[in-house]
């Protein structure tokens, strides 16, 4: 992947959502809404602050996160769907 996030922003790829209700009906994929769930493949820098340094990122490329259900823009890279959020639209880590 060619896609190197700047100061504060991470790339996510969105993890899949259950295409079966706990109940056991198949849920098809026009119904579904979009995963709010997903995995960091890259991350900036880090935040520029206004004294000149450089904030380090909480998160890491790994981490499994939540994040806001419209947060970010989408982008694609190779035939796969990327998210590009800043850090602070990252609601939480999971695990």
């Known amino acids: 992947m060619n896609l190197k996030p700047l100061h504060d922003r991470v790339v996510i790829k ?24 997903g995995e960091i493949v890259a991350v900036g820098e880090g935040k520029p602050l206004d004294n000149g340094s450089v904030r380090a990122l909480k ?3 790994g981490d499994k ?16 769907d990327y998210l590009v959020v800043r850090e602070d639209d990252i609601l939480a880590v999971i695990g």
Do not use: N, W
């Open 65 to 80: 996160v939540l994040f806001g259900k419209y947060a970010g823009t989408e982008v694609k890279v190779d035939g796969t």
């Open 14 to 37: 969105r993890m899949e959502e259950e295409k079966v209700s706990a109940g056991g009906i198949v849920i098809p994929d026009s119904a579904t809404e979009k995963p709010i769930r």
């Open 59 to 61: 998160v890491k490329a």
